[in-house]
């Protein structure tokens, strides 16, 4: 045989295992780096909203922030929380400084620039009084020529329309402890407005259970939920599934359980 050619030969057959290792190495790295979880950075707010998310210690808690720690995870994501000012949040979230919120769809500006999951947990708004008011409410006109102490910022599309005629008048706060805190100082404020879960939550906390009452009827109720940025598709419909999931065995039971 030729001697050119044999060291041709060889020469193809070292270049041709040197080729097949580096594509070996390189599928193992890739996979490597398949296995490291990717980040969702979630917001949680400087204040949260509890019990649907607590922020008073380094690590987050709430009824939200353990349905999000459940799921993440099945989904290949290390779950990172995120500390943004309310008025900061959707702008931060389109230019992708984090990547979900927690929100209801009548509570958001533009609701079409954004991608929602299902409904997470219900939100049911109502008024809270004094023990000793007679007031009540099941109908807005229940409340016409009062003061209610809503929370700054906040949307209340079924009151809006009274609130802009001043048939209600609205004083606004900026923490949730302070919507209770105003009602109890005197004669002019009449009612806080809140979730009925989020001021059950603050009143066994700090021991006003005896001094305020929620009303019968409800004002709203809105879903609140996962907001994305509208690329997330595949994110959301892996969210929608495992929460389900957990609906049906049981597990979103016992998280609400932990919080009643």
Avoid at 140 to 151: E, M, R
Avoid at 216 to 224: A, E, K, P, V
Wanted: hydrophobic share 40%.
């Amino acid at each position: 045989m030729d001697f050119g050619r044999i060291c041709t030969l060889h020469f193809s057959a070292r270049l041709l295992a040197f080729s097949l290792l580096c594509f070996a190495v390189g599928a193992n790295a890739s996979e490597g780096t398949e296995t490291h979880p990717k980040t969702f950075r979630l917001n949680i707010s400087p204040h949260g909203y509890p019990p649907y998310l607590i922020v008073d210690d380094d690590t987050p808690s709430g009824i939200l922030w353990d349905v999000m720690t459940a799921i993440t995870p099945r989904l290949g994501y290390q779950l990172i929380p995120r500390k943004i000012p309310r008025k900061r949040v959707d702008g931060m979230l389109l230019d992708g400084y984090i990547d979900g919120t927690l929100r209801a769809i009548e509570w958001t500006e533009n609701p079409e620039k954004f991608l929602f999951t299902h409904a997470v947990v219900d939100i049911e708004e109502v008024l809270f009084f004094e023990h000793d008011s007679k007031m009540d409410f099941s109908h807005p006109s229940d409340i016409f020529g009062h003061t209610i102490v809503a929370h700054l910022g906040y949307k209340y599309p079924a009151l809006a329309p009274y609130f802009e005629q001043g048939k209600i008048k609205r004083f606004n706060v900026s923490s949730d402890k302070d919507l209770f805190r105003y009602v109890l100082l005197g004669d002019r404020f009449d009612a806080a407005l809140a979730d009925r879960l989020v001021g059950q939550w603050f009143l066994r906390n700090e021991g006003l259970s005896n001094r305020l009452r929620p009303s019968t009827g409800s004002i709203s109720q809105y879903g609140y939920r996962l907001m994305l940025r509208k690329d997330w598709t595949h994110f959301a419909q892996g969210f929608n599934r495992e929460l389900s999931a957990m609906r049906e065995n049981g597990e979103l039971d016992a998280i609400l359980e932990n919080y009643r």
